[in-house]
C-alpha cells in the first residue's frame, strides 16, 4: 500500500527555560488527512441471506440498498464466517477470526488461544487503524465481540467499543435484543431506551437517528476530518419485530410458499447477473418439507412469520434510506464510501415450525400449533419473540445449501455492496471474484491510500490475513489472486481454493475422521449442487491437507464440536461459586447475563423496604420482559409474584395485604426431587418434578404456589434485570415501568444454593438460538 506507517507520537521540539524570555513553544501537528480523504459508513444487517436484498433477487423492498448498488459494485462472491461474533471481529480486524480470539462467540472463552471471545489487543480494529490519521470514529447498534461476562456495569471495558477504537457507541453488547425494548448501551453507560412501543419506538429507527445525530455533530464541529461510522443494525435478527401494517402488506405476498419463492428468486438472479446461467437449486435442506404438502392451517402460520421477517427487513431499508438522504442534504454522499453487506446466511434457529415467542420452548414449554395460530396476529408484535421456519430460512439463502452455523454456501455467502461515487466508478456492475469478509478491512484501507499500523498502543500488531480487492471495484475485469481461505463452526469445515470448495457437515458427538467431505467446482457450480469428491479425490485430499495447514497457522485448533457444554460451561452467567447478591436502591440495570441466576436451583429473594402508604404500589425487582421473566411488587395492597414462563403467568398474591413500616418482603423459590422426562429433540433431560414458590413477609409465609416442573429451566430472559420498577416490556400484570410509590426499597438481597442442575443440551439449544 503506498501510504507511510502513522508517525510515531512526536518529542517536545519547544524548550522551556526560566522565563517565557528564555523560552520557545511548540505545539504538535494534528493529523491531517490527506485532501479527497473520504468517510466511511459500514452498514452491517444481521441474519440476512444472500438473496434476500432486491438486487440480490428478492421481492422484499429494499430501494435505498439497491439505489446504492446501482451507484456501485454489487459482490457475488464474498463469503463470511457463519456466524455472528466471527463475523464482526474479521470485519473489524482485517484477520481471520480464530486468528484473532474470536474462533466462536462472545459467549464463553474455551481456554484456547483461538477460542477466548474478545478480540486480541495485538489485532487492532478498523477503527484503531484510522484514527491516528485523523479519523473519528463512531459505532451505533450490535456490537458482540465483548464476553458476556463482561457487560454489566462493572465491566471491565478493555473490550467495549470506545476501548477498540471508537470514540463514541450507542447500541447493544450481546447477541440479539428486543426491538421495542432493547438493552441499550450509551458509550461505557447502561441505559433506557427513550421510548416504548406505545409511544413509536423501535430500536432501528433509533439506531439510524443516533448515527445521523453523531455524523451531524461530527460535521458541525470538525467537518474538515473524515470519519468512520459502523451501523451494525439489529434487523433481521430474531425477534423478528416490525410495524403491524407493514407485516401485512407482506402477508399475502408469500402465501405461494417457499418452493415457488425459491424459484422465482433464482430465475431473477439469473436474470439480474448475480448468479450464472443454469445454476440448479440444491434439494430442500433437511427438515424442510414441501410446501404444498404442509396441512393446510400451517401454511398461513408460516406465511405470517415470514412477513414479519420481511418486513423487519424492509423497514430497517426505509430508515438506512434516511441515512443516505442526510448524507446527501449534507453534501456527503459523494465523499463517502459505504459497504452494505450480512454477517452470516439466514438463521435456522427458528426450527421446522418456527416461533411465535421462542421463551416457552427455550424453558419446555410446548408451544403448539394451536398456540401459535391462536397469536397470529401478535406477530412481530411487543409481547412476541418470533422466529421463522427452516423453509423460509431456505428461501432467504438462495440457491444456496443449508444455514448460518454451516460451512456450506448457506451459511457463509452473502450480498455485499461497495458504493463510493467519487473513488469508483461503480454502475451496478457486478464482480464474481472470491473474497472473505477479512479483506474488507484491508480494502478500506486500500481506497483511502492507508497503510496498516505494525503497532496500535505500544503493541506489535500481528499481520493481516485478508487481501485488498480495492482494484476489482474500479474494474471487476481487474486481475485477482487470492490465498486459500479456510472456514470452521462448532465443527463444519470448509476451504476455498483456486474456484474450488471442500466441505465437510459435522454431526455432534462424532468422530471428525468419519465427516463426508464434499468438493465443489463453485466457479461451475454456483450452489453446489455437483459434489465431484468421487470424479478428483486427489484434489479433494489436497484441500483437505491445505486445511489442516491453514486451521494450525490460525489457532483453529483443536477441533471442538461440544457446542452444548462450551454453553454450559462458559456461555451461562459467569459468576463463578456466587451465590448472594445484593442489589441497592440507585442502582442501575444489570443485564440478563450477569443477573443473579436463578435457573434450575432454590434460590430466596428479599426486599428490604419502608411502606409509607397502605396504597404504596410498584415493583420491587424485575428481570424480563412481556415473553418471560419474574417480578415482585405490591399492587392492591398486596406482595405479588409473578413467574411468566413464556407467555404463561404465575401468580402468587398475598392472603393479606401489607402493613405501613419496615418490611423484608420476598420469595422463596424450593424445587422438588429430579426426574427424568424425555422432550423432543434433545431427549432425556433431567429436571425438577416440582417447584413450590412461598411468598413472604418479613420471613412468615402468606402465599404459595405449587407448578409441575415449569420453571426457568434454560433461560430467564434475553432482557435484563431492575429494581425498583420494571423498565421496559412489562413482566407481569401493569403498565411499565410501574415505579414504586408509597414506599422506599433500600436493597434487594438474593441467596442462591450452590447446587444448580442446567442440561447442557437444553442449554445449548438456547444458547444457539439467540446467536
Not at 23 to 41: D, F, H, I, M, Y
Not at 316 to 327: I, K, N, S, T, W
Not at 651 to 671: A, D, K, N, Y
Amino acid at each position: 500500500m503506498p501510504a507511510a506507517q502513522p508517525p510515531e507520537a512526536p518529542t517536545y521540539q519547544g524548550h522551556a527555560g526560566r522565563t517565557l524570555a528564555e523560552s520557545r513553544p511548540w505545539w504538535p501537528e494534528p493529523a491531517r488527512p490527506k485532501p479527497g480523504t473520504p468517510n466511511v459508513l459500514v452498514v452491517l444487517f444481521d441474519d440476512v441471506g444472500f438473496s434476500d436484498f432486491g438486487c440480490y433477487g428478492s421481492d422484499i423492498a429494499t430501494p435505498t440498498i439497491d439505489a446504492l448498488a446501482r451507484q456501485g459494485v454489487r459482490c457475488t462472491g464474498f463469503h463470511t464466517t457463519a456466524m455472528c461474533s466471527t463475523t464482526r471481529a474479521s470485519l473489524l480486524t482485517g484477520r481471520n477470526h480464530h486468528a484473532v480470539g474470536m474462533g466462536c462467540l462472545a459467549n464463553f472463552d474455551s481456554g484456547y488461544p483461538g477460542y477466548r471471545g474478545k478480540i486480541a489487543r495485538d489485532a487492532p480494529t478498523l477503527a484503531e487503524m484510522l484514527r491516528p490519521h485523523g479519523y473519528n470514529n463512531y459505532m451505533v447498534g450490535k456490537w458482540h465481540v465483548t464476553p458476556v461476562s463482561e457487560t454489566g456495569p462493572g465491566g471491565p471495558y478493555d473490550g467495549w467499543p470506545l476501548r477498540r477504537g471508537f470514540d463514541r457507541f450507542y447500541g447493544f453488547l450481546d447477541a440479539e435484543t428486543d426491538q421495542y425494548s432493547p438493552e441499550l448501551v450509551q458509550d461505557n453507560t447502561l441505559i433506557a431506551a427513550p421510548g416504548t412501543y406505545e409511544t413509536g419506538y423501535h430500536l432501528t429507527e433509533d439506531l439510524v437517528t443516533q448515527a445521523i445525530r453523531m455524523i451531524a455533530d461530527h460535521q458541525a464541529d470538525r467537518p474538515r476530518q473524515p470519519w468512520f461510522t459502523f451501523l451494525a443494525l439489529g434487523a433481521c435478527h430474531a425477534p423478528h419485530q416490525a410495524p403491524a401494517e407493514l407485516i401485512a402488506h407482506y402477508d399475502q405476498r408469500f402465501a405461494h410458499g417457499w418452493d415457488e419463492e425459491r424459484a422465482r428468486r433464482l430465475a431473477r438472479q439469473i436474470a439480474m447477473g448475480v448468479v450464472p446461467p443454469g445454476t440448479q437449486l440444491p434439494e430442500r435442506n433437511p427438515g424442510v418439507e414441501a410446501w404444498d404438502a404442509l396441512p393446510s392451517e400451517q401454511q398461513p402460520l408460516f406465511t405470517r412469520l415470514q412477513a414479519a421477517y420481511a418486513a423487519m427487513l424492509d423497514h430497517a431499508d426505509q430508515h438506512l434510506g434516511r441515512l443516505v438522504a442526510f448524507l446527501k442534504e449534507a453534501g456527503l454522499r459523494d465523499d463517502t464510501l459505504i459497504l452494505v453487506l450480512s454477517d452470516n446466511g439466514a438463521s435456522q434457529e427458528g426450527g421446522p415450525l418456527g416461533m411465535v415467542n421462542a421463551m416457552g420452548p427455550f424453558n419446555l414449554l410446548q408451544e403448539t400449533l394451536q398456540t401459535k395460530l391462536a397469536r397470529i396476529d401478535d406477530i412481530g408484535g411487543p409481547d412476541t419473540h418470533s422466529n421463522f421456519p427452516y423453509g423460509w430460512a431456505m428461501t432467504a439463502n438462495t440457491p444456496l445449501k443449508r444455514y448460518k452455523q454451516n460451512t456450506h454456501g448457506g451459511g457463509i455467502r452473502d450480498p455485499l455492496v461497495v458504493s463510493w461515487p467519487r473513488g469508483i466508478a461503480g454502475d451496478g456492475a457486478l464482480w464474481k471474484g472470491f473474497c472473505h469478509v477479512s479483506d474488507l478491512a484491508p480494502t478500506v484501507l486500500d481506497l483511502l491510500k492507508l497503510a496498516p499500523p505494525t503497532q496500535v498502543e505500544g503493541v506489535a500488531a500481528q499481520p493481516m490475513t485478508g487481501q485488498s480487492f480495492a482494484a476489482c471495484l474500479r474494474d471487476p475485469a481487474a486481475a485477482w489472486q487470492r490465498g486459500p481461505q479456510y472456514f470452521e463452526m462448532f465443527g463444519h469445515r470448509g476451504l476455498w481454493h483456486e474456484g474450488w470448495k471442500a466441505v465437510a457437515w459435522h454431526a455432534v458427538n462424532t468422530p471428525f475422521e468419519a465427516d463426508v467431505w464434499e468438493l465443489y467446482h463453485l466457479d461451475e457450480d454456483f450452489s453446489e449442487t455437483r459434489d465431484l469428491a468421487a470424479v478428483h479425490p486427489e484434489r479433494l485430499e489436497a484441500l483437505k491437507a491445505l486445511w489442516w495447514r491453514e486451521a494450525e497457522a490460525n489457532q483453529v485448533l483443536p477441533l471442538d464440536d461440544r457446542f452444548a457444554p462450551r454453553f454450559a460451561e462458559n456461555g451461562r452467567r459467569v459468576h463463578g461459586p456466587r451465590t448472594q447478591f445484593v442489589l441497592h436502591a440507585g442502582m442501575g440495570h444489570l443485564p440478563n447475563d450477569v443477573a443473579p441466576d436463578v435457573r434450575s436451583r432454590d434460590y430466596r429473594i428479599e426486599a428490604y423496604v419502608r411502606i409509607d402508604r397502605a396504597d404504596a404500589q410498584g415493583v420491587l425487582v424485575a428481570h424480563g420482559d412481556a415473553t418471560c421473566g419474574y417480578s415482585l411488587y405490591l399492587k392492591n395492597g398486596h406482595l405479588v409474584h409473578d413467574m411468566n414462563v413464556g407467555g404463561r403467568h404465575h401468580l402468587i398474591v398475598s392472603e393479606r395485604p401489607f402493613t405501613p413500616g419496615h418490611h423484608v418482603l420476598g420469595l422463596q423459590m424450593r424445587l422438588g426431587p429430579w426426574v427424568r422426562v424425555r422432550l423432543p429433540v434433545i431427549g432425556m433431560t433431567i429436571m425438577p418434578s416440582t417447584r413450590t414458590a412461598t411468598l413472604l413477609m418479613d420471613g412468615e409465609p402468606v402465599g404459595r404456589l405449587d407448578t409441575r416442573m415449569l420453571g426457568f429451566n434454560s433461560q430467564v430472559s434475553f432482557s435484563g434485570l431492575d429494581i425498583g420498577l420494571d423498565r421496559g416490556s412489562p413482566v407481569s400484570h401493569y403498565e411499565a415501568p410501574f415505579v414504586l410509590q408509597g414506599a422506599r426499597l433500600f436493597r434487594v438481597e438474593y441467596q442462591l444454593d450452590p447446587l444448580q442442575r442446567l442440561d447442557p443440551e437444553l442449554l445449548a439449544l438456547v444458547e444457539m438460538a439467540r446467536q
